[in-house]
T-cell receptor, first 114, second 108 residues
């Protein structure tokens, strides 16, 4: 089945450590996205990538980094510079970048900093 | 940036139509209206989207007012599995904004 796989589902890290969240899609989609969700809140865009080897900052990119070396993969690194990293992280993809393209979401990774 | 306003929660009896309102009075001509829903601890699920015209698919109908300042998502026959948070968002090419959504409770 085609879809988006995020791993792991739960992740625990010590304060001050960088941590990388995985996102893989087999939908052959060009565009990919990372969102952060805090309890009781909507989603906020961290980074997006319109095509392989390209990515752009979203609304809350500070303390995060991404890469897009392969079409199917868009890993997110939460660095030690991110002041409040504990959150639910969601990855999404769409056929291509644009307002007329629905996004397909993974089931998220819940990150907790100890 | 266009923002959306939704009631924080709504109830609907099982088997009845659920009508979820959304206000987007500052929407621009090139911005689409989307609806997603999120069941607890899962990723959001796409439901439907539109620009000007009303839209219908196997899940729901989307009614957009002529001035495009508001819209309504209609779930024609709500079931318990429709219990979720429903997000109305506006999306232009370079910006997508999620609000806090409406928590829909389906009552047996």
């Amino acid at each position: 089945d085609g879809g988006i796989t995020q791993s792991p589902k739960y992740l625990f890290r010590k304060e001050g450590q960088n941590v990388t969240l995985s996102c893989e899609q087999n939908l052959n989609h060009d565009a990919m996205y990372w969102y952060r969700q805090d309890p009781g809140q909507g989603l906020r865009l961290i980074y997006y990538s319109q095509i392989v080897n390209d990515f752009q900052k979203g609304d809350i990119a500070e303390g995060y980094s991404v890469s897009r070396e392969k079409k199917e993969s868009f890993p997110l690194t939460v660095t030690s510079a991110q002041k409040n990293p504990t959150a639910f992280y969601l990855c999404a993809s769409s056929i291509y970048w644009g307002a007329n393209q629905p996004q397909h979401f993974g089931d998220g990774t819940r990150l907790s900093i100890l | 940036d266009a923002k959306t306003t939704q009631p924080p929660s709504m109830d609907c009896a099982e088997g009845r139509a659920a009508n979820l309102p959304c206000n987007h009075s500052t929407i621009s001509g090139n911005e689409y209206v989307y609806w997603y829903r999120q069941i607890h601890s899962q990723g959001p699920q796409y439901i439907i989207h539109g620009l000007k015209n009303n839209e219908t698919n196997e899940m729901a109908s989307l009614i957009i007012t002529e001035d495009r300042k508001s819209s309504t998502l209609i779930l024609p026959h709500a079931t318990l599995r429709d219990t979720a948070v429903y997000y109305c968002i506006v999306h232009r090419d370079d910006k997508i904004i999620f609000g806090k959504g409406t928590r829909l409770h389906i009552l047996p």
